[in-house]
C-alpha cells in the first residue's frame, strides 16, 4: 500500500566556432511548471542547450475528535495528523536545429531529454515515515521533447517563439520482497521472493511561447 501511494503521489503530482558564437537564454511552459534554458549559438543553425525546471509541493491532514481507549477504557480526545512534502527537480539537455528562413522569420526543429529527480518524506503524528522516502529515490523517470516551431526575431538579440510538439514521460519503479507460504502437501514453510514492477508513459502533445535572448 506504501508503493502505492507512493506511485500516486508522484503522478499528482524532465561547442563550436567560438567567431560565430552567442550565448542564448530563454523562459517557456516546461513539462510542469515554467522552464528556463541557456544555450550556446554555434552558428546560424545549431543552437545546444540545457534546462531546468523545479517544484515544491506540501500536504498536510489534521483530524480531531472523540473516540473510544481501550488502554484506559474512556471516550478520550485525540488528534491526528499526516504531513508530505516533495521536491521535483528537472535538469535537462537538447538542442534547437534552425531549417528554413524568411526575413525575420526563423523554423526550427527542437529535440531534448530530461532526468526528472523526485525526493519528499512523509509523517503520521510527527513519526517521519522512512520507507516513504526511499520508495521515492527508487522511482526512475525520464522525459523529453520532440517539437517543431518558428522564432520571429525582434533584432539579432531578441526573439518570440511558437512551438508545438509531442512530449514523453516514463515513470518505473521496481521492488521485492521475501515471504513465507505453507505447503500443505509437505506441511513445511517455504520462503520465496515476490517482484513487483509498476511502469507508466504518457505521450502528451504541448504547445508553448518562448521569449529567446542572444548574447
Known sequence: MKIRLAFAALLLSA????????????VSPGLTTNSAYFGYKIND??????????????????EKGERYDADV?????????????????????????????????KAYGNLSIAK???SGKASINDE?????????KDINMWAGELG???????????????EFGLRYLSVSYNT???????DPNTGTTVESTTEQEYSLGFNPTYSKISLNYYF
Do not use: C, H, W
Open 73 to 105: 477504557n474512556a471516550i478520550v480526545n485525540y488528534t491526528d495528523e499526516l504531513q508530505f512534502n516533495g521536491s521535483l527537480i528537472i535538469p535537462g539537455i537538447g538542442a534547437k536545429y534552425f531549417f528554413a528562413e524568411k526575413n525575420d522569420i
Open 15 to 26: 561547442f563550436g566556432y567560438q567567431a560565430m558564437a552567442q550565448f542564448s537564454f530563454g
Open 148 to 162: 517543431f516551431g518558428v522564432e520571429y526575431f525582434f533584432s539579432d538579440n531578441f526573439s518570440v517563439g511558437g
Open 116 to 118: 526528472p529527480f523526485l
Open 45 to 62: 543553425k545549431v543552437v545546444p542547450y540545457v534546462n531546468f525546471q523545479y517544484l515544491n509541493g506540501r500536504f498536510k491532514y489534521e
Open 176 to 182: 521485492s520482497y521475501e515471504a513465507f507460504n505453507y
Open 128 to 136: 517521519e515515515n522512512e520507507d516513504f522516502s526511499e520508495t521515492l
